[in-house]
């Protein structure tokens, strides 16, 4: 019997090497399928003023979640007529407008160098493979070599980046970036790809958001306080893209489209998005231009229905304290009051975080606390800033499962 084993035990191992070998592109693609796209960065598009023939941009942006085959997306939403990028380039900031030597690479689209985008249009990069780390100053160098009309950019950026004339996206050296700007010009995303379970979180807000009053080039505004929290903590959201415009309304146009007019390119359009966290309202307040609580009401229910419907979690965020601010008087606080109770009992919200009682002053509660105000009574400092991502119940951000069915209204 023992003499048989052996032939037996070969004819084994022959049938499981065969079972195996025939198993390794299905396991290969159920891998690739086990992964997926994840927004790192993201700024609002808004209009510009003209854009200029020739011209070189070359944009710092912090990352979020870390990934490989990195892509970004080219933004000519505000365009009145097509625009070509001859070049763009994705490399690593070593200071400056220097790069880490080695590290600047030529981005494709379509297998193509350069990209022509259509007015009102955006375009996604092919994937840069490599592995990107989190929380990196990722620089993209960009040329227009005919651009004309109206630009589309982000003008707020908290972020000191470059410009100049010609194409010298391909150059690791400063030396021919010698203007600076404080906004991004069409870039207006960045994603990884990671694993499937990795989701991203966008705050959609106005100049709090945005990160008025924060210092300038130490990413101080809350939500990147978020990242690096989302960084160290045990969670599976990992990506934080940062949509505030500063003067944004929920409900009418003027500084950029509305937070309902611009929900689905600047939030729902992003790869991997969890959970949208909605922090608007003030400005709509203190306009004074006849808004009420049931108008603002009416416009936060719009965009969770419609974050709902395409499958992603709202956290609403308390409008906070702006007593002092020249707009200020009792029938806006009145307004505010009212939008507060709503955001906090109504339960139409995934979660909510509560901005207004950590900003507001012990002693007068429609005051910010001194503090933590960026001296302007409507702007946290720095410190004000972080205090609002400490608030945030990170569990409440991981919505793997979408959002619950919260049932009718009453």
């Not at 707020?156 to 100049?164: D, E, I, K, V």
């Not at 991004?184 to 960045?190: P, Q, S």
């Not at 009420?292 to 419609?306: K, P, S």
Request: net charge negative; aromatic share 6%; hydrophobic share 40%.
């Amino acid at each position: 019997m023992r003499a048989r084993r052996g032939p037996l035990r070969r004819v084994l191992a022959v049938l499981l090497l065969t079972a195996a070998l025939q198993a390794t592109p299905a396991t290969a693609a159920g891998a690739a399928d086990r992964e997926h796209d994840v927004i790192t960065w993201g700024a609002s598009a808004d209009r510009m003023g003209d854009g200029a023939a020739d011209r070189g941009y070359r944009l710092v942006v912090r990352t979020s979640a870390g990934g490989s085959d990195l892509r970004i997306r080219l933004s000519n939403a505000f365009g009145d007529r097509p625009l070509t990028f001859g070049s763009v380039y994705a490399g690593i900031r070593a200071s400056g407008a220097e790069l880490v030597r080695g590290s600047n690479r030529r981005l494709t689209f379509d297998g193509a160098r350069s990209v022509t985008v259509p007015a009102g249009a955006t375009v996604w990069s092919d994937p840069l493979p490599g592995r990107w780390a989190a929380a990196l100053d990722l620089v993209v160098s960009l040329h227009t070599p005919d651009a004309a009309g109206p630009a589309t950019g982000h003008w707020m950026a908290m972020q000191t980046s470059y410009a100049g004339p010609g194409d010298h996206t391909a150059e690791e050296s400063g030396a021919h970036w010698t203007e600076t700007t404080g906004s991004w010009f069409y870039l207006d995303a960045v994603s990884v790809r990671t694993g499937s379970a990795t989701g991203a979180v966008v705050a959609l807000g106005d100049s709090i958001t945005d990160g008025w009053q924060s210092t300038t080039d130490l990413n101080r505004r809350w939500p990147d306080y978020l990242a690096r929290r989302l960084l160290r903590a045990d969670t599976e959201v990992k990506g934080v893209a940062n949509e505030g415009i500063s003067g944004n309304k929920v409900l009418a146009d003027g500084a950029g489209q509305s937070a309902l007019g611009r929900l689905q390119r600047d939030v729902l359009s992003q790869p991997g998005v969890r959970t949208v966290f909605l922090f608007e309202g003030v400005n709509d307040i203190k306009a004074h231009t006849g808004v009420t609580a049931e108008d603002i009401v009416a416009g936060y229910r719009e965009i969770i229905d419609r974050a709902h419907a395409a499958g992603k979690c709202v956290v609403g965020a308390t409008v906070g304290p702006f007593k002092g601010w020249p707009e200020w008087d009792p029938a806006a606080e009145s307004v505010r009051q009212e939008v507060n109770r709503f955001i906090r009992t109504s339960g139409e919200f995934d979660a909510v975080t509560d901005f207004d009682r950590i900003l507001r002053s012990p002693y007068d509660p429609e005051r910010m606390l001194p503090f933590l105000d960026g001296g302007d009574h409507i702007h946290p400092n720095d410190k004000g800033m972080q205090a609002m991502a400490d608030a945030v119940d990170l569990t409440r951000l991981d919505c793997a499962g979408g959002p619950p069915d919260t049932g009718s209204r009453a």
